[in-house]
């Protein structure tokens, strides 16, 4: 891996933008996210957290495309976002993966989707579950893999086409936390590896914090971005940073941000 | 407040105004097939028109009222052939579930009966059982056993161990747990065996009535399918149906009423009944 | 030490087997006591041979059907091969219809009171009204049997086609697939598990389903052989065919079974095995990509 990623855009520029993103439902009466604004540099982790309802997963679909905002704008690498398009990739809460279809199978599913797999599209799908450590599992189904182990799964497949913005949504929300600490490591290894754009949605505020660049806290009710933290932590992270002074002020910031409302 | 069921009166309108356009889209259909009849571009004699089949069934349920003996002879059948069989089929199943060697030597009858096509023995059943309802109502019996026993068992059988952990550690005995836990807990599984149980009742009473017998709706069709009167025999199909909507609905009913916590509004109603019970208690 | 555990082991894993040969024996046992006592008790008088025909007249019936005159087989054909014909007919006209319902909504809500209609309707009550329209013959009876087994494919179909989940819905969505792919990579292979379940409830439908046309029809097959046999109080023959038709019924069983286990291979531990090994097999690692 570590191949540089295509992209028009060079470092440091912004790739994702929003400009007074709203997101209402039933006909306004629900009104799930308001007044969004934000720029998103290459190569930066983002990560949203908020409790529920605060819109953090409405507005991860919104960037994904998969549904339309009601007010405002969002850009992509410079063009506006009107669905799904290949240079987003999505990863969602539980690993969906297809049980008739070995992890490899599983891995090249997008690449199916979009033509026929070259043998260059097979071994990659191969590295990539090198990668998160289950080569041995490449011709496993499903219902013989973990929790753990189908996130995984679902982690290489994220990231089997090679878009440069990946969207995470509470994707190890359903983990015991030693796995979870565990993929947090490798996502994090696999993200700079690659050079990809991150945005990583969480209701847990260590692991918001502990991943990104740039916390986004959210508040419910209406759900509204109430204040972005920027983590200045050393890259890479031990686990053990969690226990640091600095860390544990991030975390008082964002509670605090978070009491307030 | 919110949670009352809203009174008839709305329903039956809500009910009137659902079903209206099926029954203009049926009236649509029925009107295409008599003017295509009566046009002469359906000319077999195989295919009754449906004022003819209106006329039977005029005749059938008012001006002579023929049908009416026989419905009630093939819904007794059915019915007392399930009461039969499901009786044996539950109590073969309670017994296998509370004994193990009993239901080792019960599994493989009940395996030979599962895979034999119950209405082979139609013949058999009758030169035991003659040919009046008896044999019709032993044919039901044997055909519905065998859904209904093995739903049961499955049901009693099936272990959720964390209920089992909480009954034992309040010191439950092996009696309380069948009859607070295992059997409640079965009954979903029951009535699904008993539904299907009915279904197939009916569709042995019918078969057998077919073979040989003077009375029910199976025999009226069949006289009048011989008969070439394929009008009358299509009216007497849609009594058939009538039984079999009668009873499918029937056992929805106790089944809704029995296992009352799968639906809300159940729920809703059987609270409100038991939080009454309580207060009239609490006055006494 | 090591000697004695050894031996003790042997010694628990052998009496486990021979636990379960004991019950197998002594199931074996009762049965054939049975069998010995409804055969004396028939010697004797004590049975009336029209409800308990003797045994050994049951077995000297199987003889006859089987190998002496060799009936049986004939009849086992005119019955089979209809049954199976009926079946993939039928079938194939269940599946198609309820994956054209399941994806039609406006189809669906019209023909739900028909369908509802059908499903109380005893449809195997239908013979008669078929033997007097198409006449008796070949043609009657495998219309019977296409009605009697179109329905539960059409019902499980219909349902697999619409409890499509949620999640894999929006997966393939955000991997911008279109309506075909959706159809052919998730939906289709999603219905299978629930299509097979419906295809043995139809097999055995239709077993039935020709039974009864047979029954009507008195021609041939292993249901007129059954009324003849009856009719002629040859209880025995009659024993003998139904037994006949528990061993098929058995086969029909463990066919669809091994038939299951094949096509909706990731629903079951040893189809997952023998998929991996055969999907490893065929990519292999990547030098041979």
Redesign the interface.
Known sequence: MGEQVQSMTAVGDVVVSGLNVGKTFAAGTVVALEDANFDIKRGSFVSLVGPSGCGKSTLLRLISGLIEPTSGKISVHGTPVEGPRPDISMMFQKATLLDWRTSLENVLLPTEINGTPSKADKNRALDLLKLVGLEDFAFSFPAQLSGGMQQRVALARLLQTGADILLLDEPFGALDEFTREHLNTELMRIVSEVGATTIFVTHNISEAIFLADQVVVMTSRPGRMAKIIDVELERPRPLSIQTSVEFNKLVLDVRETLGEM | MSDRPLPLSFRAIDLGIRILP?LI??AILIGIWEVAMAMGLITSI?IPRPSAIGGSIVELYITEGTIYRHFFITLTEAVLGFLIGASIAVSLAVCSSLSDPFR??VT?YAI?L???????????I???FGYGMGSKIALAAIISFFPIFVNTLTGLVQVDEDREELFKSLGAGNTQIFRKLRVPAALPLMFAGFKIGL?TA??GA??AE??QATDGV?VL??RF??Q?N?AA??AT?LS??LI??LL?YSMEFLDDRIVFWRREGRRAAASRARSKAWAAQARK | MATQDTISASAINGSALSLRNRRIAKHIGIFLALIILWEIGSRIGWLDPLFYPRPSNILRSFWLIYVANANVWFHLYATMSLVLLGWILGSVLGIGLGALVGFNAVLRRFLKPYVIVLEATPRIAVAPLLIAALGFGVSSKLAIIMLVCFFAPFINTLSGVMNVDEDRLELFRSMRASKSQILRKLVLPDAIPVIMAGERLALTAALSGALVAEFIQRDKGIGSLILVYTRNLNMSSAFACIFTLTILGFLIFKGMEKLDHYIAYWKHEDGRERMSLKRRRKIGGHSDV
């Open positions: 099926h889209i049926f195989m080792r030597y493989p030979v599962n895979v034999t096509p119950g209405i082979a023995l139609t013949p058999v009758i030169a035991w279904t009916l569709i019918v078969v077919f073979a199976g069709m069949s399918s011989f070439l394929m025999s299509l199909l058939m149906t079999g909507l499918f």
